[in-house]
C-alpha cells in the first residue's frame, strides 16, 4: 500500500526566513511525486511533478527536490503571501492506479 | 470560464436526500477524478474516469454513484448519505491518467 507521510504537520516562519518541508513515500514502483498548494477554501494548485531520483523543480521562491525514498519542498526568503497547506502526492507505477496518494500537508504561516 | 468548475460551492443535505455535485473541466482533459477531503485526514480517491470509462472505484459506498457522460463533465450522484460523508468534495481533470491533475475548488457538504 502506498503510504506519504509529510513533515513538519505545521511550520511557522519569519518573512525572509528559509526552511525545507518534507516528503517521505512508499510506493511499489513511483509514476511521479506532485507538490500542489491549497488555500482555504479553495482546491489544490498543482506547483511541481517530479518523476526520478536527482530531478529538481523551481518556481519563484520554491524548489522541490527528489530522492529514492523522499522529496524536500525548499522555501528561500518566504513572504506572507507564500502561507498556505502544501501538499505532497505519489502516483504509483503499479498496474491501474491512475489515482494520487496524498499526504496530510504541512501548515505554512509566514509572519510579515 | 477557464479550468475546473464545480458546483454547487456549498450543499445542505438531509440524510435521505438525493443530490447531485456537478464538475466541469475547460482544460481539454481526457481524464476526470472524485476525491473527498474531510478535516484532518488526506485526500482520498474516490472515482477516476479515463475517455469516459471508469477505470477506478476505490471502495467507495453505493450511496455514492459517478458519472461521466463525456470527457468534459463529471457528476457524482449522492442517495441516503450519513453524517460521516460530511467533507469537501474535490474534482480533478489531467491529459491522459500520468499528467498533473489539476482541481476545482469543490463542493463542501453538509449531511444533517
Known amino acids: 500500500e502506498d503510504q506519504v507521510t509529510q513533515s513538519p504537520e505545521a511550520l511557522r516562519l519569519q518573512e525572509g526566513e528559509s526552511s525545507s518541508l518534507n516528503c517521505s513515500y512508499t510506493?511499489?514502483?513511483?509514476?511521479?511525486l506532485f507538490w500542489y498548494r491549497q488555500d482555504p477554501g479553495k482546491g489544490p494548485e498543482f506547483l511541481f511533478t517530479?518523476?526520478?531520483a536527482g530531478e529538481e523543480k523551481e518556481k519563484e521562491r520554491l524548489k522541490a527536490t527528489l530522492t529514492k525514498k523522499e522529496s524536500f519542498l525548499h522555501i528561500t526568503a518566504p513572504k506572507p503571501e507564500d502561507s498556505a497547506t502544501y501538499l505532497c502526492?505519489?502516483?504509483?507505477?503499479?498496474?491501474?492506479?491512475?489515482?494520487?496518494?496524498f499526504g496530510k500537508g504541512t501548515h505554512l504561516i509566514i509572519q510579515p | 470560464e477557464t479550468g475546473v468548475t464545480q458546483t454547487p460551492r456549498h450543499l445542505v443535505m438531509g440524510m435521505t436526500n438525493k443530490k447531485s455535485l456537478k464538475c466541469e473541466q475547460h482544460?481539454?482533459?481526457?481524464?476526470m477524478y472524485w476525491y473527498k477531503q474531510s478535516a484532518k485526514k488526506p485526500l482520498e480517491l474516490m472515482f477516476v474516469?479515463?475517455?469516459?470509462?471508469?477505470?477506478e472505484n476505490n471502495s467507495v459506498p453505493s450511496r455514492f454513484s459517478p458519472e461521466c457522460p463525456n470527457s468534459s463533465h463529471l457528476f457524482l450522484h449522492l442517495h441516503t448519505l450519513q453524517p460521516e460523508d460530511s467533507a469537501l468534495y474535490l474534482c480533478?481533470?489531467?491529459?491522459?491518467?500520468?499528467?498533473?491533475?489539476?482541481f476545482g475548488d469543490g463542493t463542501r457538504l453538509s449531511i444533517l
Open positions: 510506493v511499489s514502483g513511483l509514476r511521479g
Open positions: 517530479l518523476y526520478s
Open positions: 502526492a505519489v502516483q504509483d507505477a503499479g498496474g491501474g492506479a491512475d489515482g494520487l496518494t
Open positions: 474516469y479515463s475517455l469516459e470509462e471508469r477505470v
Open positions: 482544460l481539454g482533459h481526457n481524464a
Open positions: 480533478a481533470s489531467s491529459q491522459g491518467t500520468n499528467g498533473p491533475q489539476h
